[in-house]
C-alpha cells in the first residue's frame, strides 16, 4: 500500500466537488449576492464545508467562534451542523460585511444559530462577549495574525475543543522558504504552522483539503 500522499489531480478534484459537497443552491446565490456587493469571492469550498460539517457533528460542537467571516458561507454551513441552541459566533471586521452576514442569516432561518460580532477580532476576544468552553474556532482571517488569534482563542477553548486554521497550504507555497508570492502572508503561514506543531499543548495535523486546514486538538 503507498504511503505517499495522492496528488489531487482537476478529476480528483471535481469528483470531490461532486460527492462531498455541502453547498446548495442557498448558498450559491449568497456567493452572487455577495460578489453584486463587493465582498471578496475569498470563501472556503464546498468540499472543506462538508469537512467541516462532519467534524462538528462527531465533535457533537454547541459553539463556534469564527474569526474573519466575509459574507457568512462558512457561518452558515457549520451553524446547519449544530444541534438546537448552538451558536456559530462571527467575528468580523468589516461593518457592511456583518450587515450582510446578518440578512444572509435571517433569510436561512439562522438569526437565532448566527451572532455577528463586528470590529477588530482581538478586541473581541478579549471582551467579555463572547462564551467561554468553545467547542470550536475557525480561524480565516488576515494571515499576519494567525498566531495573534490562536494565543487569544486559546484559553476559551474547552479541553478536546479544535482550533482550525485555513489556508494553511499558502495556496501551494507553504514549503517555500523564499517564496516571492505574497511573502508576508506565506512567512506567517508557515510560523503559525510552525507554532501549532510544536506546541506541547496541543496535537496538530494539516489536511491537504482546499488551500489546507491545520487542526489543533487541545488537550
Keep these: 500500500m503507498a504511503t505517499d500522499i495522492t496528488t489531487v489531480t482537476p478529476e480528483i478534484a471535481e469528483y470531490l466537488a461532486t460527492n462531498f459537497n455541502a453547498e ?26 462538508a469537512f467541516l460539517q462532519v467534524l462538528l457533528r462527531a465533535m457533537n460542537a454547541r459553539t463556534v467562534i469564527e474569526i474573519g467571516s466575509l459574507a457568512g ?19 468580523e471586521l468589516n461593518e457592511d460585511y456583518g450587515d450582510f452576514i446578518r440578512r444572509m442569516a435571517v433569510k436561512a432561518g439562522l ?39 490562536y494565543d487569544a482563542a486559546f484559553a476559551r ?7 482550525c486554521a485555513d489556508n494553511t497550504l499558502a495556496w501551494g507555497e507553504i514549503a517555500r522558504p523564499d517564496t516571492e508570492f505574497e511573502p508576508h502572508n506565506v ?18 495535523s494539516l489536511v491537504p483539503l482546499g488551500d489546507g486546514m491545520t487542526l489543533s486538538v487541545k488537550w
Design 157 to 163: 477553548v474547552r479541553a478536546g475543543g479544535i482550533i
Design 111 to 149: 438569526e437565532e444559530t448566527i451572532v455577528v460580532h463586528t470590529g477588530p477580532a482581538l478586541d473581541t476576544l478579549a471582551g467579555d462577549t463572547l462564551p467561554q468552553d468553545v467547542d470550536f474556532v475557525f480561524i480565516d482571517a488576515d494571515k499576519p495574525n494567525y498566531a495573534a488569534y
Design 73 to 91: 458561507y462558512s457561518a452558515i454551513m457549520m451553524a446547519r451542523a449544530l444541534p438546537a441552541g448552538g451558536r456559530v459566533h462571527c467575528l
Design 24 to 49: 446548495d443552491e442557498f448558498l450559491r446565490e449568497l456567493r452572487a449576492k455577495a460578489l453584486a456587493c463587493d465582498i471578496p469571492a475569498i470563501n472556503i469550498s464546498a468540499t472543506q464545508g
Design 187 to 204: 512567512r506567517a503561514l508557515q510560523a503559525y504552522n510552525t507554532k501549532v506543531s510544536t506546541d506541547v499543548r496541543v496535537q496538530s
